[in-house]
C-alpha cells in the first residue's frame, strides 16, 4: 500500500499516488482496491480497512510516527516487533 510506504520513501509514495491517479484509481471515496500491475485495470471496489489503513498511514507520516508509537505503549503494541525483525524488506 503506497501509503504505508510514505513515512519511509515518501518522494516514491508521492510518485506512485500521481501513477495511482494517472490511472483513474481515485474515485469520489478515496483510492478503489487494486490495480492490475501487468494490466492497468482498475478494480473500482472500496475497502473499508484500505481506507482506514490509508488515514491511519497518513496520520501516522505527518505526526511522526505518532501512531506507531502510541500503538507501542501499550503492553500488546511490542508484540508485532519481534515478528518484523524475521522479515527482509525492501523498497
Known amino acids: 500500500m503506497t501509503f504505508l510506504a510514505a513515512e519511509y520513501a515518501p518522494d516514491a509514495a508521492q510518485e506512485n499516488v500521481k501513477a495511482l491517479r494517472d490511472l483513474d484509481a ?5 483510492f478503489y482496491d487494486s490495480v492490475n500491475v501487468e494490466t492497468g485495470t482498475v478494480t473500482k471496489k ?3 480497512a484500505n ?3 490509508t488515514v491511519a498511514a497518513i496520520a501516522n507520516h505527518v505526526k511522526y510516527g505518532g501512531l506507531r508509537e502510541y500503538f507501542h505503549r501499550d503492553a500488546i503494541g511490542g508484540g508485532p516487533e519481534d515478528l518484523l525483525s524475521t522479515e527482509s524488506f525492501s523498497i
Not at 26 to 30: D, F, I, P, R, S
Open 46 to 48: 472500496y475497502i473499508t
Open 26 to 30: 481515485y474515485g469520489k471515496y478515496g
Open 51 to 53: 481506507q482506514g489503513m
